[in-house]
């Protein structure tokens, strides 16, 4: 247990406020429990005296991180609703793992109820609309709600329309797995299935996309799996991109090395179409590529309700923010985090930076209920990719605010990457795991 | 206690940076080493308690001079890292030494190591 300034009663607060939200989630006691009671003014205030209601939308890296954070420096007066649709957290970090098989995705699934014990009331549910102005809420099952402020954290969706042919139908056997889950677990089977001597084509859309090293971890997860299980087997990267875009020379070393003849690597190549029948990927340039398993990646942009509450405004595809309080330009009160953004210069879509992003909405959002101006965060990020089961490669970065660019920039000098994928890396990766997940859900 | 040393050299830290505003002021030195502190949790836990394993260290009641004596090794590329030499080069020394002040005041968690990854649920 942890042991907070305000001892006892503040424990006995979480307690309650725990069993209330664990009645929400069985629907009983009405919507968002103990929220209802605050709003009357009967619940006791912390030391600092904070007192608003906030609402965290999706329980992803960014947004659990900030229900925990808004809770533990908000204190009892700061009332915290994360809703959520599933049911349970899954790690999108080290998903690529289950594709090698050295994870199952229930080591990467675990529970919301360590936030309900830390006093964040945890609704299952999902938001059908956003008042921009009015911070009203309208959900599918609970009775709508207005918030002092609203944390959106939705994630990306991904444009299956930019690929010709990748429609429903299509998508039940062409998958992305780039949202862990039961994708991740089906593109597993679809490589078990696939015969020794058979071929995997990856497509990686455009930057920016979620995960830059993503798919290049993905490629050398595959390829572990092919060298240990399938050594006939080949992979082919159609690469959107101009180039690997994320720690280039220590993905070619293992490529050239452990992997080397298994990997044919094709940068320019943008899959616009696909011919589901034949698992035939086309691109742009009219080129085919067949696949024993075909793995597309479409391109990302913020998850439709960032689009239907009209905060994306870069591109049409991210939302820009403030990046002292993470408030939306299009809508103050409105604070937007993670993959959704459009990113700072040399900033990563990453969970670790999601994570980051949390934090710094929760401290401007405490400070803000204060009265109190807050003061530009720091940020850092840490990207760890397995190279095979137990090898691992980083890269880092830390971001401070200037004041008069009014963007958070990376440090001139700080960050890096690894030297080369290492078991001992590989060891801090999992402690990384361990570390980042009970930040965030406990 | 060590809680008012830490606070002292954060607030001092807050003058030394400028400060900013009046209202910033107001904001307790204690929260805002806690809002920096953050940045360190993802990789050795809430502040500073590590869930144990994979050799990732906490940085809870580690001594405040230390704490700034392996930033200063880590910084000036003298004490072997995979990582932390890049991360250091990353804060001011006043960054640090709020640092080192706000996790001085963290007590370890409860039972050590295996009290920290029994919270961690179904993390294998």
């Known amino acids: ?442 | 206690m060590t809680r008012s040393r830490y606070a002292a050299a954060a607030l001092s830290t807050l003058l030394a940076l400028g400060g900013g505003t009046s209202a910033a002021a107001a904001t307790s030195a204690t929260q805002q080493a806690g809002y920096l502190a953050a940045n360190c949790a993802n990789c050795h836990g809430t502040d500073g308690r590590s869930a144990g394993g994979g050799g990732m260290p906490g940085l809870a009641g580690l001594s405040s001079a230390y704490f700034i004596e392996q930033m200063r090794l880590f910084r000036d590329g003298k004490r072997q890292a995979t990582i932390m030499h890049q991360i250091a080069k990353g804060y001011t020394e006043e960054q640090v030494a709020a640092l080192a002040g706000y996790f001085a005041g963290q007590s370890a968690a409860p039972g050590g190591a295996q009290g920290g990854a029994a919270r961690a649920g179904a993390v294998k």
């Not at chain 1, 402020?149 to 139908?169: C, H, K, M, T, W």
């Not at chain 1, 403030?322 to 900033?347: K, R």
């Not at chain 1, 190279?387 to 971001?399: E, Q, Y």
């Open chain 1, 1 to 442: 247990m942890k042991i907070n300034d305000s001892g006892f009663s503040r424990r006995r607060f979480t307690k309650t406020l725990g069993s209330a939200s664990a009645l929400t989630v069985l629907g009983a006691g009405g919507a968002f429990g103990l929220a209802g009671c605050a709003s009357t003014g009967a619940a006791p205030s912390a030391a600092s005296g904070t007192q608003g209601r906030v609402l965290v939308i999706g329980g992803g890296y960014g947004g659990a991180t900030a229900a925990k954070y808004l809770k533990k420096w908000g204190g009892a007066g700061v009332q915290v609703t994360l809703v959520e649709r599933q049911q349970h957290f899954i790690s999108c970090p080290l998903s690529n793992l289950v594709l090698g098989g050295s994870r199952r995705i229930e080591d990467l699934t675990l529970p919301y109820s360590g936030l309900a014990e830390a006093g964040v009331v945890v609704v299952r549910d999902e938001v059908l609309s956003i008042d921009r102005v009015t911070r009203k809420v309208t959900f599918v099952r609970t009775p709508e709600q207005s918030f002092d402020r609203i944390v959106l954290s939705p994630g990306v969706d991904l444009n299956f329309s930019a690929v010709q042919g990748l429609d429903d139908e299509a998508q039940k056997t062409i998958l992305h797995a780039w949202k862990a889950g039961p994708q991740t677990v089906a593109l597993r089977r679809q490589l078990e299935a696939m015969p020794d001597g058979g071929v995997y084509v990856l497509s990686i859309p455009l930057a920016p996309y979620r995960c830059p090293p993503g798919p290049y971890e993905r490629t050398c997860q595959v390829a572990h799996y092919f060298k240990t299980h399938k050594p006939r087997s080949k992979i082919v990267v159609l690469d959107a991109n101009p180039d690997i875009t994320s720690k280039k020379g220590l993905f070619l070393q293992e490529w050239n090395g452990q992997y080397k003849g298994m990997i044919d690597y094709q940068p320019n190549m943008k899959v616009t179409e696909v011919d589901a029948r034949n698992r035939t990927a086309i691109t742009e340039l009219g080129d085919r590529i067949e696949a024993d398993v075909l793995n597309i990646v479409p391109p990302n942009t913020s998850a439709e309700i960032a689009h239907r509450t009209g905060l994306v405004n870069a591109n049409d595809r991210w939302c820009t923010v403030d990046w002292v309080t993470m408030e939306s330009t299009e809508a103050p009160g409105i604070h937007v985090l993670g993959d959704a953004t459009l990113s700072a210069p040399a900033m990563p879509k990453s969970g670790h930076m999601a994570n980051q992003h949390g934090k710094a909405a929760a401290a401007a959002i405490v400070e803000l209920l204060n009265g109190r101006t807050p003061q530009p965060p720091m940020m850092a990020n840490t990207c760890y990719s397995f190279v095979d089961d137990k090898r691992v490669m980083h890269v880092a970065s830390v971001h401070r605010y200037d004041p008069q660019k009014k963007m958070i920039e990376p440090v001139a000098g700080a960050g890096g990457v690894s030297t080369a994928a290492s078991e001992l890396e590989g060891s801090y990766a999992n402690g990384w795991a361990r570390n980042i997940w009970n930040d965030m859900l406990t």
